[in-house]
């Protein structure tokens, strides 16, 4: 799949539009002191290295693109990274709505791609204070093997200072979490492939028209009459989603509660002999993301982070009952084949998974 960034009009978002408003609400924190950044730089270099032994032991996987590349960056720079990610993921769309049409072209025009500029310049600027590592499969040159793993400086620090984490452990304990990730990615050969090909029909499935919109609202309200949340399950992306898009965005949920229950699960065995302050930082980093309220609880509510902090954690209690069943030979099924995946329903059952991993496993026999 090739990602083309050489037509601007084709974007449903004004992405320079996005970085400058990010780039505005983040001018006030103070960037990091050179010397303090070259530190962290060094510290998170060899902590990368050091997890990538540790992932390969614990997992089995192999990286077929070699050492991992650690970057560390700072919250405008995290923020750059990702309008690079988003504009090449989200160019299929760009490219449906300009060949749709007339009242799917409008949305790029230069007064809705602005306007859409600035609320992702807006969720950019939010999200670049919380977030402490990624790993990024689509990096800003756009090579297939040019992958790279973020670490944001600042927000390290901060909780650093502010817990008393012992640095050296901490960073360790961020670095196992995204090596796993990269792993997962350059370890299995199709599930790169397979995970942008889900963006990619979720793009062709986008941009709802009116009767969408007006089943998903009478959705919300059943939701509400029953008492439940209507943007439990992916925000507002998901109370728009047409049934087909439903149908991709639960695939994709179940994919991203495998990939993060899977790395907390390995963060968690790397803790246990390697690094001895693993349990607080997870215990912390818990409460962090539980203790929101007022805006950002709502911004967490819109977007779906919430749905995904939940998935994540179905997917850690997958992993961990699939372990329990059959051990690591067991749970290497999943890499084994696109159709071994687990769908949304057995990840929050896994023994349904389980009893169908074990007869596929006794129809090859």
């Known amino acids: ?15 320079d539009v996005a970085q400058k408003v990010a780039r505005q609400l983040l001018s006030r924190v103070q960037p990091l002191e050179a010397r303090l950044a070259a530190q962290l730089e060094a510290d998170l270099t060899e902590a990368t290295e050091h997890a990538e032994s540790i992932v390969t032991e614990l997992t089995g996987l192999r990286s077929s693109h070699g050492p991992a590349r650690a970057t560390v960056t700072d919250r405008g720079g995290w923020v750059d990274a990702n309008v690079a ?53 689509l990096p800003a040159d756009g090579s297939a093997d040019g992958d790279v793993v973020y670490y944001v400086g600042p927000n390290i620090l901060e909780l650093e200072r502010r817990h008393g984490f012992a640095p ?10 995204e090596v796993t990730h990269r792993m997962q990615f350059t370890g299995v050969p199709w599930l790169r492939d397979h995970f942008l090909g889900l963006v990619e029909r979720g793009m062709s499935l986008a941009a709802p028209d009116g009767r969408v919109v007006l089943e998903s609202l009478i959705r919300a309200a059943s939701e ?30 179940a994919l991203m509660s ?40 709502a911004v ?19 992993v961990e009952r699939v372990r329990e069943e059959g ?18 329903d057995e990840i929050r059952s896994p023994d349904g998974w389980i009893e169908r991993a074990g007869g596929v496993a006794a129809g090859r026999a």
């Open 168 to 177: 050296r452990e901490f960073r360790l304990w961020i670095a196992v979490h």
């Open 258 to 297: 495998l990939l993060e229950g899977h790395g907390d699960v390995v963060m968690g065995l790397a803790g246990e002999d390697l690094i001895p302050g693993a349990r607080r930082f997870a215990e912390t980093l818990r409460e962090r993301r539980a203790s929101a309220s007022g805006v950002a609880r």
């Open 224 to 253: 509400i009459r029953a008492g439940r949340n209507p943007l439990a399950e992916g925000g507002v992306v998901g109370l728009l989603a047409s049934s087909e898009q439903l149908e991709t965005l639960r695939e994709a949920q």
């Open 300 to 318: 967490q509510q819109l977007v779906g982070i919430e749905a995904k902090m939940r998935q994540y954690a179905e997917g850690e209690k997958f």
């Open 85 to 137: 990610s988003f504009r090449r993921l989200l160019r299929p769309l760009g490219e449906r709505l300009a060949n749709g049409s007339p009242r799917a072209r409008r949305a790029l025009n230069p007064a809705s791609r602005a306007a859409s500029g600035v609320e992702v310049g807006l969720l950019l600027a939010w999200m670049s204070g919380r977030v402490l590592g990624q790993y990024d499969l």
């Open 1 to 15: 799949m090739a990602y083309d960034d050489q037509r601007p009009g084709n974007d449903a978002v004004a992405w």
């Open 327 to 344: 051990g690591d030979d067991l749970l290497a099924a999943v890499w084994s084949d696109p159709e071994m995946l687990p769908s949304l």
